[in-house]
RNA sequence: GGAGAGGUGCCGGAGUGGUAACGGAGCAGAUUGCUAAUCUGUCGACGCGCACGUGUCGCAUGGGUUCGAAUCCCAUUCUCUCCGCCA
């Protein structure tokens, strides 16, 4: 007989921290008393009928050793005897089971319903006015008169064609033409270069995924929406290569000196994005499919939060060079991604929309992901230990070429950044 | 798509009805006059116990047969080899 057994380690810290749980939750405007409370009720439940079928099967396992040996010694007459008594056991053992699985399906059930508990540093809030601007730098330009808004330019250089791609697919699906093209591989390379040079490890991954890698990073079942699901053969395009990425360490058992892990990779991302209209979802603002770099990394706990940091610096390096004014921002409770204990996103102006836009997305999902994903590590006494999850968007494109389009405009046409001119090997779009 | 073989612990790898050999890695302890060797133990999950401990589960997954299943039966799934098709 099999269990379902779920290994959430996180119980008995649950069950250790219940009142700082709830608190810390408060900042996300949950009131998780009666989740937590739920979640406690559910496991006791659990813990008793475990308790209560081990002693039966343990019971039933001696018997069956003890009629081995009575027919081994040739007294059938008394193993007949005992096998009578097995019967009873075995249905109470079957029946319990049989509980035991329903109630740690609740109990999973439960539990996927509390999100990851924000770090102390998440301000409270609700929505994304109550985010906090940590960060800010460069200056934004003053553009010519006669600017234009990226789909304007893009129109007008014919560099990207949105018609084209409703035609062969639907809004929401661009296609890149001639030096805009261009632009989007050089960026692509610029951006992997950029990555290894500081350590990530480049990889290529699958853009469809199962449903195992899906819930192992988060996005199902809660978020199924968001992803195009192939069904013919249950597979889901990846929303961000995260999932694959990410789950590339699903049920592992590292080493200390495996870690930290960083790797990065270009895929394309697709996501369904029900919701907005109007100027916000414009042009390159809001995609069904874009292309972005991602870089992921697997740490020691204790090391998470000092990762997190240097990523961030990485990043501010990459939009220094790309000289794009941006700002960062520590999400609010409100805001938070549901799996994710802290996040930085980033935004860069985009001069003729005049709006932010989000560039990059950086979290610490600390024990969150690898609680589902199984990835655990030997810590330096051997014994197994959860490891922390992080990633960051370095970069997405689309956004990044919306602000490079506005922000570079001249009269005589789009400058490239000079990091980018090797890449590209022109220096105007005209 | 057709045919065959296979899936055993962190890794490798035995095991055709009596309750997971053996080897390696890692960790812990012991020991030895030096980046090493040797010996012993440990090794996945979930419980119970203050604790020394101890129970259950785990042989791809889910069922079934049996007092008892890695082993027998059914379904599913994945991998490999050959054929077909094909970038």
Redesign the pocket.
Known sequence: ?????????V?QVIRDNKKEIAAALKKRNLDADTLLENVLEL?EKR?AL??E???T??Q??????E??ML?KTGKAQEANTL?EQ??AL?EASKKMGEALNAVSDDLDNALYLIPNIPHTSVPSGNSEEDNEEVYKEGDIPKLMEGALPHWDLAKKYDIIDFELGVKITGAGFPVYKGKGARLQRALISYFLDKNTQAGYTEIQVPYLVNEASGFGTGQLPDKEGQMYHVQADDLYLIPTAEVPVTNLLRDN?L?LNDLPICYTGYTPCFRREAGSYGAHVRGLNRLHQFDKVEIVRVEQPENSYQALNSMVEHIKEILKELNLPYRILRLCGGDLGFTSALTYDFEVFSTAQDRWLEISSVSNFESYQSNRLKL?Y?D???K?QLAHTLNGSSLALPRVLAGILENYQTKEGIRIPDVLIPYTGFDIID
């Open positions: 007989m099999c269990l379902k057994i779920s290994p959430m380690l119980l496991d813990r475990q308790t079928m081990d002693q099967l343990a039933s396992n001696k018997l069956s050793k009629i081995g027919y096998k097995t019967t075995k058992i080493n655990r030997k330096e006494n051997g197994t």
